[in-house]
């Protein structure tokens, strides 16, 4: 489908061939569909990428900025936009406008029309945009590519105030590392207004002379559905490693055989991805680490730390970590605690750091360094898969 897309997008000199081919490169490493890739280069306007989309799919397709109906949102649950990856739209009747990015798939349009008992009439637009709904419509979190970033609405879960009182003990910092001259600003006060008092005018009920009716039994109480975490995958030993990266097949295994590799040396570990200026949370392991709020972490390069501090120079880092505004940050998303030292490396393909690894031994405790050499070789061959999978994307 990629293929038939930028074939698409070439006859009809929408871009050139050679963008297509960088942005097809650029998905094997980076992941996201080719359009969400053609529109972060700048290669190819929004509006021209839903019109190819549209008759790629032989289905109307939609662009730009878009307002679905209160009431066509409250026929899907945030849980089902978020599986089936849908907004709805407009709800007139016994039908439904369904935005998807992927009009062909019949299993979920049967799913959308059984829980809503409406007729589903799917419309296609880029997946960048869709993701811009699912963040605004129902406070998902999706990353912001593609399409310059929106203004966040206000009380979205995805917004942040900024740096809480609570993110690093100061004593902890301060018996580790001494003072460094951070100040943590204070929590942003509520402006939240309170609900107004009934009004005097309003009269009291005057009681009833019947008999009043039996009290309604209490509703019955339903427990909640349980959400199981899934099991941390077992550690891997270099020599595994090594052999999970040969003809790597897609940019998920590169992430998995790193982080587990990395948990058989350190207690816990994250896998950034840099790009555009930011390095994004994409997975992570270890003790106390979650996997919602390393997929919602972002470090701007520019406001330095060790992340910053390891793109820029290309080169890996061992040693305690600064209080910097990222460096608390990353430590806070972690789930807090300072440790004496960590280990931080970048992984380099296509001419550029896309990812960095950070780990480190928890609260109190010292990296060991000893055989380090280990993983600055499984670097290297993360290097050459992600150049073999860009060949091969093209």
């Given amino acids: 489908m990629r293929h038939r897309l930028g074939d698409l997008l070439v006859e009809h000199g929408a871009c050139a061939r050679a963008a297509v081919d960088e942005a097809l490169r650029a998905q094997a490493v980076f992941g996201g569909r080719l359009g969400t890739n053609l529109l972060e280069t700048g290669a190819i306007s929004e509006e021209r990428l839903a019109h190819a989309l ?18 066509a949102l409250d026929l899907i649950s ?4 978020d599986l089936w990856e849908v907004v709805p739209l407009r709800a007139p009747d016994r039908k439904l406008v369904l935005l998807t990015l992927d009009p062909a798939n019949l299993a979920v349009l049967d799913e959308v029309a059984f829980a809503t008992g409406r007729s589903v009439h799917p419309f296609v637009l880029p997946e960048a945009r869709l993701w811009r709904l699912l963040v605004r419509c129902y406070g998902l979190f999706r990353e912001e590519r593609g399409i310059e970033h929106q203004p966040k609405p206000a009380g979205s879960r995805s917004a942040r105030a900024g740096l809480d009182r609570d993110l690093i003990d100061e004593d902890e910092f301060q ?22 008092a009934p009004s005097a005018l309003v009269p009291p009920p005057v009681p009833s002379t019947l008999v009043p009716p039996p009290p309604a039994p209490p509703p019955p109480v339903v427990a909640a559905p349980v959400r ?14 090594i052999r999970f990266l040969e003809g790597v097949e897609e940019r998920g295994a590169i992430a ?4 587990r590799y990395a948990r058989s040396r350190f207690r816990r570990a994250v896998l950034f ?8 949370g994409w997975v992570g392991l270890g003790e106390g680490v979650k996997v919602e709020a390393v997929r919602r972490l972002r470090l701007p390069l520019a406001a ?6 390891v793109v820029a120079t290309r080169s890996h880092y061992l040693g305690p970590l600064a209080r910097t505004e990222a460096n608390v940050r990353l430590l806070k998303e972690l789930g807090g605690g300072v440790p004496k030292s960590a280990f931080v490396i970048p992984l380099l393909a296509l001419g550029q750091v896309v990812n960095v690894l950070y780990a480190d031994n928890g609260r109190g405790a010292l990296v060991d360094p000893t055989d380090l050499g280990e993983l600055l070789i499984l670097a290297t061959r993360i290097a050459q898969g992600y150049e073999a999978l860009a060949r091969r994307a093209v």
């Fill in 78 to 81: 945030s849980d089902d936009a």
């Fill in 175 to 196: 018996s580790l590392y001494g003072r460094v001259g951070l100040t943590t600003p204070p929590p942003v006060p509520s402006t939240r207004v309170p609900p107004p």
């Fill in 256 to 259: 998995r055989t790193v982080l």
């Fill in 54 to 71: 549209g008759e790629l799919h032989q289905t109307p397709s939609l662009h730009g900025d878009l307002t679905p109906e209160p009431a």
């Fill in 228 to 241: 199981l975490e899934e099991p941390e995958p077992s550690p891997l030993g270099f020599r595994e490693a």
């Fill in 304 to 309: 330095g730390g060790v992340v910053a501090t």
């Fill in 273 to 280: 991805t840099v790009r555009r200026g930011e390095a994004h």
